[in-house]
């Protein structure tokens, strides 16, 4: 029983560059609000740093999800 091959999909490599699009944007975003959180307590710099690199991979579950179903939500 001969499987057929796989059929490429274009959305793996569109998902790759919007992947890195989002994350040349986060930083972008971030890096513009460097000299209000560096006014910012150490421990609030560093409570505020911890969450905004959580937060960019928000985006990523419909993004990886479409990537894999062509659909951006849960059927």
């Known amino acids: 029983m001969a499987r057929e091959p796989v059929k490429a999909s274009w959305r ?3 998902g790759m560059f919007a992947i890195l699009a989002l994350i040349f944007v986060w930083v ?4 513009s609000f460097s000299g209000q959180i560096g006014t910012l307590p150490v421990l609030a710099q560093c409570a505020v740093y911890l969450v905004l690199g959580i937060v960019w991979i928000a985006p990523l579950k419909p993004l990886l ?5 062509g659909h951006w939500r849960a059927a």
């Open 28 to 31: 972008i975003l971030v890096a």
């Open 65 to 69: 999800r479409w990537m894999e179903t």
């Open 12 to 14: 793996k490599p569109a």
